[in-house]
């Protein structure tokens, strides 16, 4: 049991930053109807933004950590976020109206174009950082001395997935943009006679969505240690896996699909072979697929007439 915990809560954790990748896939394909394949290198993107803050910040003397967390946060999100702006009015917009193929051909695309971007500029090499957040908590110790361990950024991780949920959960069903999002989904065209502004509201989804892959891309460098250029493909493609398994559309359906992911390869990882995790994460969205066509809490799709 105490081995069990132990995994638990690192499938939690792993989840968890899936969850947060995972709300920008369901935001976007909510408003828009498309898959944003290029989100997962946004992640990357962010993590080597966060990196090379920290790596600026350090160099300039500064050691408060919880400041240099909070500069790094903020930086990150706001270029960030502009990268999502910018390859929204490039390579989505002009496609709008296209035949539903052309974005989501654009969106592969664009997912190699800031992959090899990031190759080029960062070099093919692992970049390691030294751990930030040590520390943690022992929550108990076995007589054969296998002890259950909770630490720091592992809390961390946590409460930040759970807090960014509630503000955007509030954000979607609370204010005007949610409103604007929710009139967007439902049908553009009507949107646009009553006054919303479609493209501004589509731009604002896909910034959103790329400031939360920032704060994911952070996460992971933290826990982790460690960015890559190729990560943002193995994380999307999870992350995009998460987001059908809950029911794409829903953002509760997103973290728990990304909880799912999580448990599944972590416990698979433990108990079984590791080199076979992505065939039981995949394995498992197919069985659950096949019984709930719509994920576990997505909804089905009425077609107008």
């Not at 969850?19 to 909510?30: E, R, S």
């Not at 709008?96 to 992959?115: E, Q, Y």
């Not at 829903?250 to 973290?255: N, V």
Request: hydrophobic share 55%.
């Amino acid at each position: 049991m105490d081995y069990f915990a132990q995994q638990l809560i690192n499938g939690l954790v792993l989840g968890s930053i899936y969850g947060l990748i995972a709300i920008g896939y369901t935001m976007v394909y909510g408003i828009v109807g498309m898959i944003n394949f290029a989100h997962g290198d946004i992640f990357m993107i962010g993590g080597f933004i966060a990196l090379i803050t920290f790596l600026i910040l350090i160099s300039l003397g500064l050691t408060a950590i919880p400041v240099i967390l909070l500069v790094v946060l903020l930086v990150s999100m706001a270029i960030t976020a502009l990268y999502g702006w910018t390859i929204e009015r490039i390579a989505y917009r002009p496609l709008r109206h296209s035949f539903r193929l052309a974005p989501m051909l654009s969106a592969i695309g664009m997912s190699f174009v800031l992959t090899n971007y990031s190759q080029i500029a960062q070099g093919a090499r692992v970049k390691p950082i030294p751990p930030f957040i040590t520390g943690g908590y022992t929550l108990h110790e076995s007589a054969d001395g296998f002890v259950i361990q909770l630490s720091n950024i592992q809390i961390m991780v946590v409460i930040t997935t759970i807090v960014l949920l509630g503000i955007f959960t509030w954000l979607v069903s609370r204010t005007r943009l949610g409103r604007d999002m929710r009139a967007c989904e439902q049908d553009q065209t009507m949107a646009a006679l009553l006054g919303v502004d479609v493209d501004r509201t589509i731009s604002m989804t896909f910034v959103i969505g790329a400031a939360l892959a920032a704060v994911a891309g952070l996460m992971y460098l933290l826990y982790y240690g460690l960015v890559d250029f190729f990560m943002g493909f193995v994380a999307g493609i999870k992350a995009f896996t998460a987001a059908v398994l809950g029911g794409i559309g829903s953002l509760p359906g997103a973290m728990l699909g990304g909880l799912a992911i999580g448990l599944i390869e972590t416990f698979w990882s433990a108990y079984f072979s590791v080199e076979y995790k992505d065939v039981a994460a995949f394995s498992i969205l197919i069985v659950v697929l096949i019984f709930m066509p719509t994920g576990l809490l997505g909804r089905p799709e009425v077609e107008k007439v």
